[in-house]
């Protein structure tokens, strides 16, 4: 079975710009969640997606969004790029809505996002 | 901010030895769990225990969790060169169980 992909894996951006990542599940996963990887706040989690619906949301700001396709694909907008953006973003899918049960969720190569 | 802090923050052990990472955490959970992160790379999952068991043994990887301290460790045995990357201890509160919660990461080095 294929791993959790992600594109593209690097991009630079200029502040305002706005940026589109892409992340497709494992093959019969539903739940794709969203985290942000920066060295001064560590891993935090971004939003979550079940069922082309955003189930639960971070600590984020509205300029960053997201949504998820009748496939499971999800992607993950921000917009009006700012210096304080750049990061590591990872997806991860699970099997499951939810962690309590089935627990581990399997995560992508990540998109490194710098912005000049 | 991260619930969780992992101690120490880097260790540096020659190849063969044990490597013993701690973590600690804030509020109550389902279970916890341990990924590894190779040079910035994605979180590959280790092992997870859940709330209601106190140990739990995956090849070289035992994990110890004990809810009372809100604590859990790691030791990976007879390391090998090719575990050094980052590790991670990652809570499902029980109050939130869509997300994962991580800790600040032990940076690992063993060296051959």
């Known amino acids: 079975k294929a791993g959790v992909t992600q594109t593209p894996r690097y991009l630079i951006k200029t502040r305002g710009q706005q940026v589109t990542l892409s992340c497709s599940p494992i093959?019969?996963?539903?739940?794709v969640s969203w985290y942000q990887q920066t060295p001064g706040q560590g891993l935090q989690f971004l939003f979550e997606?079940?069922?082309?619906?955003?189930?639960n949301k971070g600590n984020f700001p509205g300029r960053f969004s997201g949504r998820q396709f009748s496939n499971s694909r999800s992607e993950m907008n921000v917009s009006t790029l700012e210096l304080g953006d750049s990061a590591l973003y990872l997806c991860?899918?699970?099997?499951?809505?939810?962690?309590?049960?089935?627990?581990?969720?399997?995560f992508g190569p990540g998109t490194r996002l710098t912005v000049t | 901010s991260q619930q969780g802090e992992e101690d120490p923050q880097a260790l540096s052990i020659q190849e063969g030895e044990n490597a013993t990472m701690n973590c600690s955490y804030k509020?109550?959970?389902?279970?916890l769990q341990w990924y590894r992160q190779n040079s910035g790379r994605g979180l590959v999952h280790l092992i997870l225990?859940?709330?209601?068991?106190r140990e739990k043994h995956s090849g070289r990887l035992r994990v110890t969790l004990d809810t009372s301290k809100k604590s859990s460790s790691l030791l990976i045995t007879a390391s090998r060169a090719a575990d050094t990357a980052s590790y991670f201890c990652?809570?499902?509160?029980?109050?939130?169980?869509?997300?994962?919660?991580f800790g600040s990461g032990t940076r690992l080095l063993v060296r051959p």
């Open positions: 093959s019969g996963h539903r739940s």
């Open positions: 997606y079940f069922s082309e619906t955003q189930r």
């Open positions: 991860a899918s699970s099997l499951a809505q939810g962690l309590a049960g089935v627990g581990e969720q399997y």
């Open positions: 225990i859940r709330s209601n068991e």
């Open positions: 990652a809570t499902v509160p029980m109050d939130s169980s869509y997300k994962l919660i």
């Open positions: 509020t109550s959970i389902n279970n």
